[in-house]
């Protein structure tokens, strides 16, 4: 039997290299590197070369022909058909905007109402929304948007048999029809003195603050505040000789004219999203509260606090700092499902530049990088928002 | 050292994976070696292109995809129907997704030079209307100032409807979806006054409403929508077979060829009959396929009228005359070059 032998021979400088751990996850970093920028290589070169093969140009210069179709809803800039396919695509992003917005309001304000009313301690209430949580949260968003757009549409009568509110609102599947404000000269007064009043209030609150925090008297500043800033301009708007009027809706042939309209198909859209999205924020809300433990409140009862006030100065803080991170991915997801708008008809970035635009000019690389990039500059700004937001309510570790 | 092997084996994967992507052989060669016709069509037009209750496709557009796989294939079933909305058929098509568009598409301009497609033929001429509830009264389309009209995203009728009702000088409401199915739902709620498309698709939209006889298609035709087949550019070869595929429809039906006549026809004394089935003539290898695959065209669907009255004509629930889209000799407008 050979007694085991040990080798003289000295291993391969690669093996060496390979066994020595410092080396081994440099090469290893090396390689992946490698793989991934081969393969964006090779994406890039697979669309350069299949471009090419079929003979088209990659330019943005489509942009500035007419566009020729038409968008319904444009309650920002004016557009007509023989408007450009850029100013066609801004529209789009502005309609877009408008839903992300007013959908994250309305989420934010649903979620947080139903996020309490799931903590609540009365049976019925609790079980009501858990119901309405969990059945929500698991349709797809699309059948939500189909279905609210469907109940507004079979439910409302059409504009001859639409349901009028005093003559001045009326209530169609076509959309509810309001009075238009008509400004008239002098309310650039009324204009001046809200801005007033909100300085008003802001030097108010700062000094208000301050004597809190010097002698501890506290001066009812939600109370008063609002009352600034609703009473100032309302008695600039009497005593400037009520300088508004109303232009009234009224039935013209097929649709009423007149008025301001908010479309089924925005209110549908924004309502479904809004709704979904709340049910998500309720749940994250939910956690929140519940994560602050219960010693907190007990000890701010002990020291004397009201309920309310325990809940807005010791319970709301804390749980807010759990509450922010999820809640600016519920927003990304409210602004991102916004998409889905064509569905119903509701003219959004991608029904127009990244639709219509797209079939007319077979543009489809191009008219896509811009439907992407507008969804990753929203994206990116609320999430900046969001952590500047989340950084101010952080915990002052002192 | 290794670092020139890794670099190597980087641009060698590099190369693999481009080659990979962009390797593509003819169509004809693709179709034939897959055993199976890959057809864009629409997610679902009454009489056009649908799935019946088994879940096979059929329609107008289904059948001149079943004759391009009798004529490539010997075979009518081996098809595959790739759907698609207005939106994604010709990013389907030219992504070779599917191998031949037969979608109810309008040959424009733009989508012939900038989309980069070959268009071969229309088998079906189609003008843009307009559909209306008969309780508005309204009996044509220049009385409609203001109403609101319910389109299909991803099609020419946008820009037919806006040319309308600007060179008219009326104004109107677009309310503009996505797919036909709930653009015929917003319609029916009486979300529009109007539902506007290709005529044929109004008459094939309203065959599937409760009561089609409530509503009605205005007189005016407000465009011309020549509807034809269409294949990635730069593929001749497989151009040419669709075009002759459809030609050979028509010459069937000009000669009084028909699915039970074809038989007994070898043996006429018409000699474009003879080379239309293969019986003189090299049509066939020329274009790369069988000698009968006319015959089997003919043989397993039938000539351009049997196609168009069996999906679409005057018995079936779509109901739509043949008008424009009859014999040259009749005073149509469907018209085939010789077989020569």
Redesign the interface.
Known sequence: MDSPSVSTQKPS??LR?WRNQEHRSIAIQ??TM??L???L??IG??VA??LE????EFSFGFLNYPA?????FQPFISYS?TDTHTRAAIVGILNTLLVAVSGVIIATILGFTMGILRLSSNWLVNRIVYVFLEFTRNVPVLLHI?FVY?IF??TLP?PKKAISISDTVFLT??GFYTPAPVFEDGFNYVLTSILIAILIVFFFKRWAYKVQDTTGKIYPVFTISITILIGLPLLTFFFSGAPLSWEMPAL????F?GGTSIK??YIALTFALAYYTACFIAEIVRGGILAISKGQSEAAHGLGLRPNRTLQLIVIPQALRVIIPPLCSQYLNLTKNSSLA????Y?DVV?TIG??T?????K?METMIIVLLTYLFFSLVISAFMNWFNRKMALVER | MYMRALIKAALTLIAVGALAFTATAGTLEDVKSRGELRCVVSTGIAGFAYPDEGGTWKGFDIDFCRATAAAVLGDASKIKAVTSTGKTRFTKLNSGEGDVLWRNTTITFSRDVGVKLTFVGVNYYDGQGFMVNKSLGVNSAKELDGASVCIQTGTTTELNLADFFRANNMSYEAVTIEKNSEARAAYLSGRCDIYTTDASGLAATRSTFPNPGNHKILPEIISKEPLGPATRQGDDQWADIIRWVYNATVTAEEKGVTSSNVDSMKNSNDPEILRLLGVEGSQGEELGLSKDWAYQIIKQLGNYGEIFERNIGPNTPIGLARGLNDLWTRGGLQYSPPFR
Request: hydrophobic residues 45%.
């Open positions: 400088l690669l290299l090396i390689i490698v793989i920028f081969s393969l290589g090779m070169n697979n070369t299949n093969k079929a003979g088209k020729g179709y038409d968008i319904t058909p189909l469907g549409l079979y059409v599947n076509r013209k042939g097929f649709n004219k089924p198909e064509i569905a119903i008809g003219m029904a639709g219509i797209l079939m007319q000019t077979g489809e």
